[in-house]
Nanobody, 122 residues
Framework: QVQLEESGGGSVQAGGSLTLSCAAS????????VGWFRQTPGKERETVAT???????NYADSVKGRFTIFRDSSENTLSLQMSSLKPEDAAMYYC????????????????WGQGTQVTVSS
Protein backbone atom coordinates (compact mmCIF):
# COMPACT_ATOMS: atom_id res chain seq x y z
CA GLN A 1 0.00 0.00 0.00
CA VAL A 2 1.39 3.34 -1.07
CA GLN A 3 1.27 6.16 1.44
CA LEU A 4 2.53 9.69 1.02
CA GLU A 5 2.58 12.14 3.91
CA GLU A 6 3.47 15.78 3.49
CA SER A 7 4.85 18.05 6.17
CA GLY A 8 6.56 21.39 6.47
CA GLY A 9 3.77 23.72 5.48
CA GLY A 10 3.05 26.85 7.44
CA SER A 11 2.80 30.59 7.36
CA VAL A 12 5.59 32.76 6.06
CA GLN A 13 6.04 36.33 4.98
CA ALA A 14 6.61 37.20 1.36
CA GLY A 15 10.24 36.72 0.51
CA GLY A 16 10.63 33.95 3.03
CA SER A 17 11.43 30.28 2.59
CA LEU A 18 9.89 26.92 3.43
CA THR A 19 10.87 23.36 2.73
CA LEU A 20 8.12 20.81 2.27
CA SER A 21 8.77 17.11 2.79
CA CYS A 22 6.88 14.04 1.69
CA ALA A 23 7.54 10.77 3.47
CA ALA A 24 6.79 7.80 1.25
CA SER A 25 6.03 4.19 2.01
CA UNK A 26 5.08 1.42 -0.38
CA UNK A 27 6.87 3.24 -3.18
CA UNK A 28 10.51 4.14 -3.72
CA UNK A 29 10.56 7.77 -4.75
CA UNK A 30 14.00 7.51 -6.30
CA UNK A 31 12.74 5.06 -8.92
CA UNK A 32 9.60 6.85 -10.01
CA UNK A 33 8.38 10.00 -11.59
CA VAL A 34 7.24 11.97 -8.54
CA GLY A 35 6.17 15.51 -8.05
CA TRP A 36 4.62 18.38 -6.17
CA PHE A 37 1.31 19.99 -7.02
CA ARG A 38 -0.67 22.83 -5.51
CA GLN A 39 -4.23 23.97 -5.49
CA THR A 40 -6.19 26.91 -4.17
CA PRO A 41 -9.97 26.98 -3.78
CA GLY A 42 -11.74 27.59 -7.04
CA LYS A 43 -8.66 26.97 -9.16
CA GLU A 44 -7.39 23.96 -11.01
CA ARG A 45 -4.59 21.94 -9.56
CA GLU A 46 -1.21 23.12 -10.80
CA THR A 47 1.90 21.05 -11.36
CA VAL A 48 4.68 22.74 -9.43
CA ALA A 49 7.63 20.43 -10.04
CA THR A 50 8.37 16.89 -11.10
CA UNK A 51 11.45 14.73 -11.02
CA UNK A 52 12.12 11.38 -12.64
CA UNK A 53 14.30 8.49 -11.54
CA UNK A 54 17.25 9.98 -13.40
CA UNK A 55 17.01 13.26 -11.56
CA UNK A 56 15.55 15.23 -14.44
CA UNK A 57 13.46 17.96 -12.88
CA ASN A 58 10.87 20.22 -14.42
CA TYR A 59 9.26 23.26 -12.90
CA ALA A 60 6.29 25.45 -13.54
CA ASP A 61 7.40 28.74 -15.06
CA SER A 62 6.00 30.55 -12.06
CA VAL A 63 8.43 28.85 -9.66
CA LYS A 64 11.56 28.41 -11.77
CA GLY A 65 14.61 29.75 -10.01
CA ARG A 66 12.81 29.87 -6.66
CA PHE A 67 11.81 26.27 -5.96
CA THR A 68 13.93 23.14 -5.96
CA ILE A 69 12.63 19.59 -5.94
CA PHE A 70 14.89 16.91 -4.53
CA ARG A 71 14.86 13.46 -2.99
CA ASP A 72 16.57 11.73 -0.11
CA SER A 73 16.97 8.11 -1.11
CA SER A 74 18.11 7.01 2.33
CA GLU A 75 14.95 8.41 3.92
CA ASN A 76 12.70 7.75 0.91
CA THR A 77 11.45 11.30 0.98
CA LEU A 78 10.62 13.87 -1.64
CA SER A 79 11.12 17.52 -0.79
CA LEU A 80 10.40 20.93 -2.21
CA GLN A 81 12.60 23.80 -1.15
CA MET A 82 10.78 27.07 -1.70
CA SER A 83 12.42 30.46 -1.49
CA SER A 84 11.47 34.03 -2.34
CA LEU A 85 7.89 33.08 -1.64
CA LYS A 86 5.13 35.25 -3.02
CA PRO A 87 1.53 35.61 -1.91
CA GLU A 88 0.48 33.80 -5.08
CA ASP A 89 2.41 30.74 -3.91
CA ALA A 90 -0.07 30.25 -1.09
CA ALA A 91 -1.93 26.99 -1.64
CA MET A 92 -2.41 23.46 -0.45
CA TYR A 93 0.63 21.53 -1.62
CA TYR A 94 0.45 17.86 -2.47
CA CYS A 95 3.09 15.31 -3.29
CA UNK A 96 2.23 12.59 -5.73
CA UNK A 97 3.80 9.55 -7.34
CA UNK A 98 3.33 7.64 -10.54
CA UNK A 99 3.88 4.04 -11.52
CA UNK A 100 6.49 5.03 -14.12
CA UNK A 101 10.12 6.09 -14.05
CA UNK A 102 9.95 8.88 -16.61
CA UNK A 103 7.70 11.89 -16.34
CA UNK A 104 7.90 12.42 -20.10
CA UNK A 105 5.73 9.34 -20.59
CA UNK A 106 2.79 11.42 -19.41
CA UNK A 107 1.96 9.11 -16.54
CA UNK A 108 -1.15 9.19 -14.49
CA UNK A 109 -0.80 10.11 -10.84
CA UNK A 110 -2.52 7.42 -8.82
CA UNK A 111 -0.84 8.13 -5.48
CA TRP A 112 -1.41 11.31 -3.50
CA GLY A 113 -0.74 12.66 -0.06
CA GLN A 114 -3.25 14.59 2.00
CA GLY A 115 -1.56 17.93 1.45
CA THR A 116 0.13 20.59 3.53
CA GLN A 117 -0.99 24.20 3.62
CA VAL A 118 1.31 27.05 2.72
CA THR A 119 0.27 30.60 3.56
CA VAL A 120 2.26 33.60 2.38
CA SER A 121 1.49 37.02 3.77
CA SER A 122 2.43 40.21 1.99
Amino acid sequence: QVQLEESGGGSVQAGGSLTLSCAASGVTVSTRCVGWFRQTPGKERETVATIDRYGNANYADSVKGRFTIFRDSSENTLSLQMSSLKPEDAAMYYCAATRLDLCTRMPGWPYWGQGTQVTVSS
